[in-house]
Protein backbone atom coordinates (compact mmCIF):
# COMPACT_ATOMS: atom_id res chain seq x y z
CA UNK A 1 0.00 0.00 0.00
CA UNK A 2 1.42 3.15 -1.24
CA UNK A 3 0.55 6.70 1.13
CA UNK A 4 0.88 9.67 -1.32
CA UNK A 5 1.39 13.34 0.73
CA UNK A 6 0.45 16.46 -1.07
CA UNK A 7 2.35 19.59 -0.43
CA UNK A 8 3.14 22.94 -1.61
CA UNK A 9 -0.69 24.60 -2.81
CA UNK A 10 -1.83 28.34 -1.80
CA UNK A 11 -3.09 31.02 -3.52
CA UNK A 12 -0.61 32.52 -6.46
CA UNK A 13 -1.46 35.80 -8.71
CA UNK A 14 -1.50 35.60 -12.39
CA UNK A 15 1.74 35.06 -14.17
CA UNK A 16 3.14 33.41 -10.52
CA UNK A 17 4.96 30.38 -10.12
CA UNK A 18 4.35 27.13 -7.40
CA UNK A 19 6.15 24.15 -6.57
CA UNK A 20 3.88 20.98 -5.41
CA UNK A 21 5.59 18.30 -3.82
CA UNK A 22 4.14 14.92 -3.15
CA UNK A 23 6.14 12.57 -0.84
CA UNK A 24 5.43 8.67 -1.03
CA UNK A 25 6.00 5.69 1.61
CA UNK A 26 4.52 2.51 2.23
CA UNK A 27 5.73 0.77 -1.60
CA UNK A 28 8.30 0.37 -4.05
CA UNK A 29 8.18 4.11 -4.91
CA UNK A 30 11.01 3.59 -7.74
CA UNK A 31 9.13 0.76 -9.36
CA UNK A 32 5.72 3.53 -9.87
CA UNK A 33 4.78 5.63 -12.90
CA UNK A 34 4.31 9.20 -11.25
CA UNK A 35 1.44 11.45 -12.27
CA UNK A 36 -0.44 15.08 -11.09
CA UNK A 37 -4.00 15.08 -12.01
CA UNK A 38 -6.61 18.18 -11.29
CA UNK A 39 -10.23 19.02 -10.24
CA UNK A 40 -11.52 21.90 -10.76
CA UNK A 41 -15.18 23.37 -9.01
CA UNK A 42 -17.85 22.00 -10.67
CA UNK A 43 -15.38 20.04 -12.94
CA UNK A 44 -13.70 16.24 -13.49
CA UNK A 45 -10.62 15.46 -12.17
CA UNK A 46 -8.14 15.76 -15.58
CA UNK A 47 -4.81 14.44 -16.46
CA UNK A 48 -1.77 17.41 -15.83
CA UNK A 49 1.52 15.17 -16.32
CA UNK A 50 3.12 11.94 -15.52
CA UNK A 51 6.84 10.98 -15.37
CA UNK A 52 8.27 7.67 -15.71
CA UNK A 53 10.03 5.25 -12.74
CA UNK A 54 13.31 6.45 -13.92
CA UNK A 55 12.52 9.84 -14.70
CA UNK A 56 13.57 9.73 -18.48
CA UNK A 57 10.04 10.23 -19.88
CA UNK A 58 7.21 12.66 -19.31
CA UNK A 59 4.12 13.41 -20.41
CA UNK A 60 1.13 16.64 -20.27
CA UNK A 61 -1.64 17.99 -21.07
CA UNK A 62 -1.36 20.21 -23.70
CA UNK A 63 -2.89 23.26 -21.47
CA UNK A 64 0.33 22.73 -19.22
CA UNK A 65 3.05 21.97 -22.12
CA UNK A 66 5.79 24.09 -21.85
CA UNK A 67 4.86 26.31 -18.51
CA UNK A 68 4.71 22.78 -15.90
CA UNK A 69 7.30 20.43 -15.24
CA UNK A 70 7.15 17.01 -13.33
CA UNK A 71 10.44 15.89 -11.73
CA UNK A 72 10.95 13.02 -9.37
CA UNK A 73 13.89 12.09 -6.93
CA UNK A 74 13.98 8.27 -6.31
CA UNK A 75 16.45 8.57 -3.21
CA UNK A 76 13.68 11.13 -1.55
CA UNK A 77 10.50 9.34 -2.35
CA UNK A 78 9.06 12.62 -3.90
CA UNK A 79 7.64 13.73 -6.89
CA UNK A 80 7.29 17.57 -7.59
CA UNK A 81 4.99 19.96 -9.94
CA UNK A 82 6.75 23.19 -10.90
CA UNK A 83 4.18 25.35 -12.13
CA UNK A 84 5.27 28.71 -13.83
CA UNK A 85 2.89 31.31 -15.59
CA UNK A 86 0.47 30.57 -13.64
CA UNK A 87 -3.33 31.51 -15.12
CA UNK A 88 -6.91 31.59 -13.39
CA UNK A 89 -7.73 28.20 -15.11
CA UNK A 90 -5.35 26.45 -13.23
CA UNK A 91 -7.38 26.85 -10.08
CA UNK A 92 -7.92 23.65 -8.83
CA UNK A 93 -7.07 20.75 -5.95
CA UNK A 94 -4.07 19.31 -7.40
CA UNK A 95 -3.64 15.33 -7.07
CA UNK A 96 -0.61 13.26 -6.67
CA UNK A 97 -1.14 9.60 -7.92
CA UNK A 98 1.02 6.40 -8.21
CA UNK A 99 0.39 3.51 -10.62
CA UNK A 100 2.21 0.42 -11.99
CA UNK A 101 2.24 1.10 -15.76
CA UNK A 102 3.02 3.85 -18.14
CA UNK A 103 0.08 6.32 -17.98
CA UNK A 104 -2.84 3.63 -17.12
CA UNK A 105 -6.41 4.17 -17.51
CA UNK A 106 -7.03 4.03 -13.64
CA UNK A 107 -4.20 5.14 -11.62
CA UNK A 108 -3.39 2.78 -8.31
CA UNK A 109 -3.22 5.20 -5.79
CA UNK A 110 -3.99 9.00 -4.75
CA UNK A 111 -3.82 11.33 -2.54
CA UNK A 112 -5.51 13.48 -0.37
CA UNK A 113 -5.29 16.50 -2.55
CA UNK A 114 -3.79 20.21 -2.42
CA UNK A 115 -5.87 23.41 -3.01
CA UNK A 116 -4.17 25.89 -5.89
CA UNK A 117 -6.14 29.28 -5.98
CA UNK A 118 -4.51 31.30 -9.03
CA UNK A 119 -6.21 35.10 -8.92
CA UNK A 120 -6.41 37.89 -11.19
Known amino acids: QVQLVESGGGLVQVGDSLRLSCAAS????????MGWFRQAPGKERTFVAA????????NYADSVKGRFTISRDNAKNTVSLQMNSMKPEDTAIYFC?????????????WGQGTQVTVSS
Open 51 to 58: ISWQGGTT
Open 26 to 33: GGDFVTYT
Open 97 to 109: AAARSWLPNAWDY
